[in-house]
């Protein structure tokens, strides 16, 4: 597709339980980024990727949070052992790789923990 | 720790009148953008100012970056209900790294 792309649009999960997100980015685009917003919020930064490599990781919340990329192309956001706080959207976005370079962002994953 | 402070949190205004949102920090960023989210999308970049002193206008838009690069402000004149949406503000930190505000939720009313 011509944009970036997110799957599922909404999950709903059980306290305790793991769940992966993915992103589809902009073919071509070196990079990518997670973030997370709280309803009504701003964006909170969680992880950068130039290709596959994440030089930054300093947002992840805690260890139960994790992030892959593979094939300089589909990202995998994964949360373990879910807590109701982790409840937000997850939002991705890609660019040409730096700040200078347009971020182009997903529609996002609703999550929901019971 | 929140390094952008955007104000106000909300604001409901009539079409036609105009508005300014702010977006503060103590912090110097090398360029800051400009973002408007609607429900259930992604943001979508409206401008990014690079220099201090600088201000930009997208049509009914103007945007000005602080002479010391850490703040900003959005002016809106004769707003429509086109307009509502969350804007959010985004300062870059290094050379790829983005911090987004707080958020300012704008309801224009016909």
């Known amino acids: 597709g011509a944009g970036v792309s997110q799957s599922p649009s909404n999950k709903v999960t059980e306290k305790g339980k793991d769940v992966e997100l993915r992103c589809d980015p902009i073919?071509?685009?070196?990079?990518l980024y997670w973030y997370r917003q709280r309803l009504g919020q701003g964006l909170e930064f969680l992880i950068y990727?130039?290709?596959?490599?994440?030089?930054?990781k300093s947002g992840l919340p805690s260890d139960r949070f994790s992030a892959e990329r593979t094939g300089e192309s589909v990202s995998t956001l994964t949360i373990q052992r879910t807590q109701q706080e982790d409840s937000a959207v997850y939002l991705c976005?890609?660019?040409?790789?730096?700040?200078?370079?347009?971020?182009?962002f997903g529609a996002g994953t609703r999550l929901s923990v019971l | 720790t929140q390094l952008l402070e955007q104000s106000p949190q909300f604001l409901s205004i009539q079409e036609g009148e105009n508005l300014t949102v702010y977006c503060n920090s103590s912090?110097?960023?090398?360029?800051l953008q400009w973002y408007r989210q609607e429900p259930g999308e992604g943001p979508v970049l409206l401008v990014t100012?690079?220099?201090?002193?600088e201000v930009k206008k997208l049509k009914r838009l103007t945007f000005q970056f602080g002479d010391a690069r850490k703040d900003s402000s959005l002016h809106i004149t004769a707003a429509q209900p086109g307009d509502t949406g969350l804007y959010l503000c985004?300062?870059?930190?290094?050379?790829?790294?983005?911090?987004f505000g707080t958020g300012t939720r704008l309801k224009v009313l016909a």
């Open positions: 976005a890609s660019s040409f790789g730096s700040t200078k370079n347009i971020q182009y």
């Open positions: 073919s071509g685009h070196t990079a």
């Open positions: 990727f130039q290709g596959n490599s994440a030089p930054d």
């Open positions: 912090s110097v960023f090398s360029s």
């Open positions: 100012v690079v220099t201090g002193g």
């Open positions: 985004a300062g870059a930190r290094g050379t790829y790294k983005y911090i």
